[in-house]
């Protein structure tokens, strides 16, 4: 599977942004899907994740009640929308694909990341 994110950018403090990630080739071996972000000088981090239904959704505490994830499986799309940024969200912002189908933060495959700049 390969995964292309985008939607990134520079944001003042408050605003918002939507990520997109499309995936291509063995679409039909995707069970859950995912965004991941890394910040400069810090490990990778899960922020949201979702199953293959879209059902059931799962957040990092610290994005919870301000970012959103969504899937659309008929155009093989993972969104992720993002209100009420904060300086501290800023990062490179991974999307993933697993072939799990439940909630989890195993994946297999990853996209190339996009830059989220927050100012204050």
């Known amino acids: 599977v390969q995964l292309q994110a985008s939607g990134g950018g520079l944001v003042q403090a408050g605003g918002s942004l939507r990520l997109s990630c499309v995936a291509s080739?063995?679409?039909?071996?995707?069970?859950?899907m995912g965004w991941f972000r890394q910040a400069p000088g810090k490990e990778r981090e899960f922020a949201a994740g979702?199953?293959?239904?879209?059902?059931?959704?799962d957040y990092a505490d610290s994005v919870k009640g301000r970012f959103t994830i969504s899937r659309d499986n008929a155009k093989n799309m993972v969104y992720l929308q993002m209100n009420s940024l904060k300086p501290e969200d800023t990062a490179v912002y991974y999307c993933?694909?697993?072939?799990?189908?439940?909630?989890?933060?195993?994946?297999?495959?990853w996209g190339q990341g996009t830059q989220v700049t927050v100012s204050s």
């Open positions: 979702i199953t293959w239904s879209g059902s059931s959704t």
């Open positions: 080739g063995r679409t039909n071996s995707i069970g859950r």
């Open positions: 993933a694909s697993g072939r799990s189908y439940g909630l989890g933060k195993l994946f297999d495959d």
